[in-house]
């Protein structure tokens, strides 16, 4: 019988592994909090209306890579390809915008049928940031320095750039859109395929074309900026006075564009030269439309998503893994020849209440003494506790060794162990 493997671009994250992924997550967490963000958990499985309602029927992630089934019932339902619009679905189902200010963020797996590739995979996590009800550009460059704070907390400033764009509103790029159009079918012929058929469906997604020849024709192609609209432009021109305020360094790039359909005014994307053609690891925009959208009253809003798996590979490729990420244990348990398993479960279940927060592991499945300290070596512990049998008289002890090439160890009574481990964990 041939075994069963994971789905082809859905990856499991072993324990070796997962202490990297704690890391982001812990770092990401006490930076959302200390900006005031609060946390929403919605579900995986959404209406797969409400995703060809928000990120368009004409872009790729709709047209060819949602996974979408009709269940029991005949529902159309879809995995979750991205989180906006599930954050947007709930907080509006909720209550929570009108009306009011609010600063959520979120994580969890995303599901998109792309051909798996380092950095692109079929199941991939992002986190999430989305401010509600705040229209200025203040909010826009809040959503920014956030996202740079992550990258100081992690030692990653030097590995990323950040490039921004006004896009305009949706008048905005339908006018530019008709302009770009018109362009691009006078060159038709010269356009690479994928760029061809978004000509007659988005002809904005040609601009993100990573095709050579199609770059070099956009060269002299009509310019978003020539179309947008003096409001937007006069909070651009504020959210850039706002990131150089705050020693933001940013690129414009007048051909950046997002592939949702709800992006509007500012648009930004964080980029990397580390991870080849996967070089974008954070990216986000204003998107004041998506409520009215999706049925609630019209509310500004901002955000911005990062893939986990990305950043990952990213801490790799910079070298900015700090070695205590791997540290998931400082003491082991075990028990000299003669002594029972019950007696070093009970002072490891003692030793757990008396110092909350050290990592302690008993050793469990017998064995000799030897083959035990082996496996303490092995356990990436940095202290292992060795309970000798109770003399005829006197006070017990244990012996407090150290894992490391030295071995060195010290005698202390078993009423004192906590107390010694204390101050030496």
């Known amino acids: 019988m041939s075994k069963i493997q994971a789905i082809r671009g859905m990856n499991d ?29 919605f579900p995986v499985l959404e209406q797969s209306q409400l995703f060809k309602r928000s990120i368009g029927e004409v872009t790729d992630i709709v047209e060819k890579e949602m996974y979408s089934f009709a269940d029991r019932n005949g529902d159309e339902l879809s995995l979750r390809p991205e989180g906006t619009a599930g954050c947007v679905r709930a907080a509006e189902q909720h209550g929570l915008l009108y009306n009011q200010q ?28 989305e401010s509600f009800g705040m229209s200025g550009p203040d909010i826009d460059a809040e959503i920014i320095l956030i996202s740079a704070a992550l990258w100081r907390a992690l030692g990653l400033t030097r590995s990323v750039r950040l490039e921004i764009n006004n896009i305009g509103t949706a008048a905005d790029r339908k ?8 362009f691009l079918q006078q060159h038709e012929a010269d356009l690479d395929e994928d760029s061809r058929r978004r000509l007659h469906s988005n002809p904005l997604r040609v601009l993100d074309s990573k095709v050579p020849s199609t770059q070099a024709l956009l060269a002299s192609a009509p310019t978003l900026v020539e179309f947008v609209s003096p409001e937007t432009s006069s909070h651009y021109e504020e959210l850039k006075q706002l990131l150089r305020a705050n020693q933001v360094v940013f690129v414009e790039n007048p051909r950046l564009v997002r ?37 609630g009253r019209g509310t500004p809003a901002v955000g911005l998503a990062f893939g986990m798996e990305r950043l990952v590979l990213l801490l790799e490729a910079a070298g900015q893994l700090p070695e205590a990420v791997h540290q998931v244990l400082d003491v082991t348990v075990l028990a000299s020849d ?29 064995g000799k003494f030897n083959s035990q300290l082996k496996k303490a070596y092995n356990s990436g512990a940095r202290i292992a506790v060795i309970i000798d049998p109770a003399p005829e008289s006197g006070e017990q002890t244990v012996r407090l060794r150290q894992l490391d090439d030295e071995g060195r160890s010290e005698t202390v009574a078993i009423t004192a162990v906590a107390g010694v481990l204390a101050t030496a964990t």
Not at 31 to 40: N, S, T
Not at 102 to 129: D, N, T
């Open 259 to 295: 592939g949702l359909d709800y992006y509007n005014n500012m648009v930004f994307e964080w980029i990397t030269d580390e991870l080849g053609a996967q070089g974008t690891v954070c990216a986000g925009g204003r998107y004041d439309s998506l409520v009215a959208q999706l049925g």
């Open 338 to 366: 003669g002594v029972s398993a019950e007696q070093v479960l009970t002072l490891a279940e003692q030793l757990r209440t008396a110092l909350p927060g050290v990592r302690i592991m008993s050793h469990c499945g017998g």
């Open 175 to 182: 006018a530019f859109g008709a302009a770009l159009t018109a």
């Open 13 to 41: 994250i072993l324990p070796t592994e997962t202490p990297t992924w704690q890391y982001i997550e812990q770092v990401t967490q006490r930076l959302v909090q200390a900006y005031g963000y609060r946390e929403i958990r």
């Open 102 to 129: 609010q600063r959520l963020w979120y994580r969890g797996p995303m599901f998109r049928h792309e051909r798996p590739q380092k950095g692109r995979y079929r199941q991939f996590h992002q986190v999430g940031i």
